[in-house]
DNA sequence: AGAGGTACCTGGCAGC
DNA sequence: TGCTGCCAGGTACCTC
């Protein structure tokens, strides 16, 4: 998916176009994601004016007075502002209508997205209240990762990408994360220094701004707010690149398998 | 409570 | 050209 700077981008990107616009109509084309659209998303949302457009994890929230529109990009999900006119193509499931110029369209291959509609406070949702903290705020930081990571010996990788400890580290920067901090994605929690801890947690946020401000990672079909692709798999450092040589080492980068998913290291600069 | 595996779904690609 | 198998940015839910 869409990681945390993917869906960061996405947010900057229609925000603008979308405050204190009022939903005039929603056309679901196929409401089969991860949990069905609800059916009276229309009748809930018709006639309301966004009042902002955040993102809370790798959620992207658009609040009206009343309600929250809760989406989520799952792996393949990407949402732009379209022509209303431009006719759908097979995998653009929800149409978002405000007038007769914008459409908040959202497209999703494999539908392992999410679109979902609240009243309630945030912080009481099932989806939101064992979320973890945000890795671009001040909670998160050496003291914090170093609490939580001491009395457990899971490898650090999937400890960083657990959305109960910390939010939004995917795949993609958990590797990279890890390269710029120097610490083997194999490594368990409780067997890292909490010096390292410090080093770990100032990677994260530099290896996530960095992808922030390149518009985040395009692999294959990832397009921003304004259905452009992003720019930051140019300055990948290990993730995708195996076989090919540490850009600090020349040793050449290796790819293992943790809980079924790839991870990409330098076995020379991570320990 | 924590850890690990499974399921959801489609498309692209390598290999035959 | 066409088939098969594998891989892919996430995460809730199940079992142990």
């Not at 406070?121 to 003291?143: Q, R, Y």
Request: proline letters at 5%; glycine letters at 6%.
């Amino acid at each position: 998916m869409p990681e945390l700077p993917e869906v960061e981008t996405t947010c900057r990107g229609i925000r603008p176009h979308l405050l204190g616009k009022t939903f005039q109509q929603i056309i679901v084309r196929n409401a089969k994601l991860r949990w069905p659209i609800p059916q009276d998303i229309h009748q809930q949302l018709h006639n309301e004016k966004i009042i902002s457009v955040e993102r809370r994890a790798k959620y992207l929230l658009l609040k009206t007075k009343m309600h929250t529109l809760i989406i989520h990009l799952g792996m393949s999900g990407s949402l732009y502002i379209t022509d209303p006119n431009t006719p759908p193509e097979k995998h653009d499931h929800v149409d978002f209508l405000f007038n007769k110029k914008i459409c908040l369209r959202y497209t999703d291959p494999r539908r392992f997205g999410a679109i979902l509609i609240t009243d309630q406070d945030l912080t009481k949702h099932p989806l939101f209240i064992k979320l973890g903290v945000e890795p671009l705020t001040s909670d998160f930081n050496a003291d914090y990762l170093y609490q939580h990571a001491k009395s457990r010996g899971i490898a650090i990788k999937n400890f960083i990408m657990n959305s109960h400890i910390v939010t939004g580290i995917g795949n993609i920067y958990a590797s990279e994360a890890l390269f710029l901090a120097g610490i083997h994605p194999t490594r368990a929690t409780n067997r890292i220094a909490k010096s390292r801890y410090t080093k770990l947690t100032s990677a994260i946020k530099t290896v996530l701004e960095k992808a922030i401000l390149a518009g985040g990672t395009t692999l294959r079909d990832f397009v921003n707010g304004e259905k452009k692709p992003g720019y930051f798999s140019q300055q990948l450092q290990v993730y995708g690149r195996e076989g090919e040589t540490c850009g600090h080492c020349k040793t050449i980068i290796k790819k293992i398998v943790q809980g079924q998913r790839s991870s990409f290291y330098c076995p020379r600069c991570q320990r």
